[in-house]
C-alpha cells in the first residue's frame, strides 16, 4: 500500500482565460450524457456480487437512512469519456489529454519518467448528487476490470501483496464552471489521517493517485428535482441555458441550469519506471491469474488468523476479503 507515500499536487490554473471557455465549449458540444453504471464484464468468481461491493457496503452503512432508489438517485452521477488512448471522442479536448502540468505532475507523484495518459472523461454532478468515499479500481498485470471483479481488484491493492504486478495510475481531476459545492474529499494521509476537503474552483486542478487515497464528492447543493427525479438509463441533454434531462424514450423528466452542476473532466496515466516495465505490461510476460490470486490471499488470510478450514464459498470468500484489506475512513 502506497497511501503514506502519495500527495496531491494542486495545479492553480489549468489553463488561460480562452482555453478554460474552451472547456466548458466541449462541454457543451457534447453530448447526450450518460448515467455512470458499472456494466461488469463475467469475472468468473463471485459474479452474483455487485463490481463494488465495498463502495456499497460502506455506502450503505454511513447513509442507512436512505432508501435504496434514493440512494442510487443521488450517486448515479454523468459520465462520458472524451478521449481513450489516441482516440478522440469530444473535439477540442486535445490539449488537456496533452496537458504537460498534468505529465510533471504524475511523475512526482510516483516517481516514475514514463507517463501514458490513458483516457480522459467527464463528470457531472446534479445538485442533490454526491459520491460516497472510495478508491478506484486500480489494474495490474493480468489482472483488470475485463478480467477480475472490481471489489477484488481493490481489495488485492489495500492488501499490498500484488505490488509488483500492480500498474501505478495518476489521475488529474479538473474542474470548470461556476459551481462552487462538492468539494472533492481526500484522505491524503491515509484512512486514519485527516479529511482534506478540496473545493472546486474554476480552471483548478489536483492531480494524485486516486487507487491509494480514499476520496469522494460532498453533496453539491441547490435545487433538488432535477437529481431525485432521475431515473436508471437517464440521459442528459446540453442546452444553452437550460439542459434536459431524458428517459430512456426519449421524453422529458426535469431540466437543469448547467450554471448549478458539478462539472469535473479526469484524466488518468500509466506511470512507468521504464520501457522494460512498460514492455512486460504490453508482452503479457508477467500476468497475474486469478487461481494465484485466490491462493495468495487465502494463504494470507490463514497466516493472520482470519481463515481455519477450508476456504467459504465465493460470495463469502468475497465479504471476509473486503472487511480484511479493504477499510474505509471513518469519516
Ligand atoms: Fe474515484
Not at 489521517?193 to 493517485?209: F, K
Amino acid at each position: 500500500m502506497t497511501t503514506e507515500a502519495a500527495t496531491i499536487v494542486a495545479i492553480d490554473r489549468v489553463f488561460d482565460e480562452t482555453g478554460a471557455a474552451a472547456m466548458l465549449a466541449v462541454r457543451d458540444a457534447f453530448g447526450p450524457y450518460g448515467m455512470y453504471s458499472n456494466e461488469g464484464h463475467a469475472t468468473g468468481y463471485a459474479d452474483e456480487l455487485p463490481q463494488r461491493i465495498d463502495a456499497v457496503r460502506n455506502h450503505l452503512r454511513r447513509r442507512g437512512d436512505l432508501s435504496v432508489r434514493e440512494a442510487a438517485a443521488r450517486t448515479n452521477y454523468l459520465r462520458e469519456t472524451y478521449a481513450y488512448g489516441d482516440t478522440i471522442a469530444a473535439p477540442g479536448i486535445e490539449p488537456f489529454l496533452r496537458h504537460d502540468g498534468f505529465v510533471e505532475a504524475a511523475q512526482r507523484i510516483h516517481g516514475r519518467p514514463i507517463v501514458e495518459p490513458a483516457i480522459v472523461f467527464a463528470n457531472l454532478y446534479l445538485p442533490g448528487q454526491e459520491l460516497a468515499v472510495h478508491t478506484d479500481v486500480p489494474e495490474f498485470r493480468g489482472a483488470n476490470r475485463t478480467t477480475t471483479s472490481q471489489w477484488l481488484l481493490v481489495a488485492m491493492h489495500h492488501s499490498g501483496l500484488f505490488e509488483r504486478w500492480h500498474m501505478p495510475i495518476a489521475t488529474a481531476i479538473a474542474f470548470f464552471g461556476p459551481g462552487e459545492s462538492g468539494a472533492l474529499i481526500t484522505y491524503p494521509n491515509g484512512r486514519d489521517g485527516r479529511r482534506v476537503d478540496i473545493e472546486p474552483t474554476h480552471n483548478t486542478a489536483v492531480v494524485l493517485d486516486t487507487d491509494s487515497v480514499f476520496h469522494g464528492v460532498d453533496l453539491v447543493s441547490g435545487n433538488e428535482d432535477a437529481a431525485l427525479a432521475a431515473r436508471p438509463g437517464m440521459k442528459v441533454r446540453p442546452g444553452a441555458d437550460r439542459w434536459t434531462l431524458l428517459d430512456t424514450e426519449g421524453d422529458e423528466l426535469a431540466v437543469v441550469d448547467p450554471n448549478s452542476m458539478r462539472f469535473s473532466v479526469s484524466w488518468k496515466a500509466y506511470c512507468f519506471a521504464d520501457g522494460a516495465e512498460r514492455d512486460t505490461w504490453r508482452s503479457h510476460a508477467d500476468d497475474l491469474r486469478l487461481e494465484f490470486i485466490l491462493d495468495t490471499i487465502d494463504a494470507d488470510l490463514r497466516a493472520r488468523g482470519v481463515l481455519d478450514g477450508p476456504r467459504p464459498a465465493p460470495n463469502d470468500f468475497a465479504i471476509m476479503i473486503i472487511d480484511t484489506y479493504t477499510r474505509f475512513p471513518d469519516e
